[in-house]
């Protein structure tokens, strides 16, 4: 009996038929497998790129927000409007992103961040682990305060120095502020001792010294822009 079974093993082992079946069975569930994987860290891949664009764009709506004082409380809302708008894929399965103030570069709740996550069952690897597939992504973006200045006169010239210019003969007030555009390093000047009060005085260039008597200086100043500058200039021909 004994001999008999020998006799079979070793015809087995010297038979050489079916090798490529045995092949084929051995080889199937690795191709499975890493088929299945691939299919899910691709779902995997584009569910972080799609929250991720998400969450980039709340914390910018979130920090845009905050930037203004008349939606500065409403960050929270913006941002979290903005991360919906940009889902497709992950709707439905998203938390619902934590949006919170943070420190920025040395400053205090200068900085909006923005966390959010996103769970589903994928067929392959839930079929392993028993659970659902999480990618998380945070985002963050920084913002300062704007200003908004408004001048009832304004010098428009975008380079000469003393392109405004007051004279001690000049009396009473214009509280509604004094700008220039002009980016040169003596915009506005002063000939004399004038105590005409201006209020703000703004330029994008610089403001002599003397101004601090007649208002509140803010020279060098970036992002000033001409309201006139679609206008055309009247000529005097008529």
Known sequence: MF?????????????????AALLVALGLPVLIGSSGLAVDVSQWYMWKQELQFAADQ???AGAWARSSTTTQNDYQTRARQEFTANL????????TPSVSLGNYNGGTNNAV?????????????AFLTGRSATVAVTARATF????????????VNPTD??????????TGG??????????????????????????DIVSAGGIEDTFSNNGTIHEFVD?????YAELTAPSSAG
């Open 3 to 19: 001999d008999s079974i020998r006799r079979t093993a070793q015809r087995l082992k010297a038979s050489k038929s079916g090798n």
């Open 58 to 60: 709340a914390a910018l």
């Open 88 to 95: 497709a894929t992950t709707r439905g399965n998203t938390t």
């Open 113 to 125: 961040r923005v966390t959010a996550s996103a769970s589903k069952a994928l067929p392959f690897t």
């Open 144 to 155: 300062s305060m704007s200003s908004s200045y408004n001048a009832c006169i304004l010098s």
């Open 161 to 170: 120095n003393r392109s405004a210019i007051f004279g001690n003969a000049i």
């Open 174 to 199: 214009s509280d509604c502020g004094v700008g220039a555009l002009s980016t040169g390093t003596q915009a506005i000047v002063e000939t004399g001792d004038s105590e005409v009060q201006l209020g």
């Open 223 to 227: 992002g000033l822009s001409d309201p």
